[in-house]
T-cell receptor, first 114, second 114 residues
């Protein structure tokens, strides 16, 4: 069965500092991988996704993530945090069938300190 | 181009009552998935509808049921509400290409059961 773990339920960074949010997955075969962001009282917005090809994926708002098969990881990074990045971030996986369900991690709450 | 829309935005019910939540998918999408997000947790997959049929179901009791209409919109019904059903209910739509049907989420319906 697939599962997703996110190390650190809360992460605080200073404005301008590197953002690193960790995600590890458990799956018998490499799945499709996603990062979503959720702002307070809103739905989820897709930040980026990995399907095939280049393992370094660039997303919106300056975020990127790297798929490392050997480490079963898909960590999210951003070189310089902005105040507007404060939100809840969810890593998610989906098996490579045409319609399998998306499994979400528990989420990491990012705080940005001015 | 309208994204995924959900109604109502907020709902308050009492235990034992029944509730219906509605979702209109993003233009061009034919698949609708429903998720339950309890406070402080990641979304949990309820079920997915494609071609007006339930295609896959998560670990939720039969009290949770749904429907998809010919225009691809969908309803989520919950009978005999319990306090534990209080959550944000998210609808996600996608296009079932069979490859990488990325799900796009609506803003959610906040259900409170008293």
């Amino acid at each position: 069965a697939q599962s997703v773990t996110q190390l650190g339920s809360h992460v605080s960074v200073s404005e301008g500092a590197l953002v690193l949010l960790r995600c590890n997955y458990s799956s018998s075969v490499p799945p499709y991988l996603f990062w979503y962001v959720q702002y307070p009282n809103q739905g989820l917005q897709l930040l980026l996704k990995y399907t095939t090809g280049a393992t370094l994926v660039k997303g919106i708002n300056g975020f990127e993530a790297e798929f490392k098969k050997s480490e079963t990881s898909f960590h999210l990074t951003k070189p310089s945090a902005h105040m507007s990045d404060a939100a809840e971030y969810f890593c998610a996986v989906r098996h490579k069938t045409s319609y399998d369900k998306v499994i979400f991690g528990p989420g990491t709450s990012l705080s940005v300190i001015p | 181009d309208a994204g995924v829309t959900q109604s109502p935005t907020h709902l308050i019910k009492t235990r034992g009552q029944q509730v219906t939540l509605r979702c209109s998918p993003k233009s061009g999408h034919d698949t609708v998935s429903w998720y339950q997000q309890a406070l402080g947790q990641g979304p949990q997959f309820i079920f997915q509808y494609y071609e007006e049929e339930e295609r896959q179901r998560g670990n939720f009791p039969d009290r949770f049921s749904g429907h998809q209409f010919p225009n691809y919109s969908s309803e989520l019904n919950v009978n005999a509400l319990l306090l534990g059903d209080s959550a944000l209910y998210l609808c996600a739509s996608s296009f079932a290409t069979g490859v990488t049907d990325t799900q796009y989420f609506g803003p959610g319906t906040r259900l409170t059961v008293l």
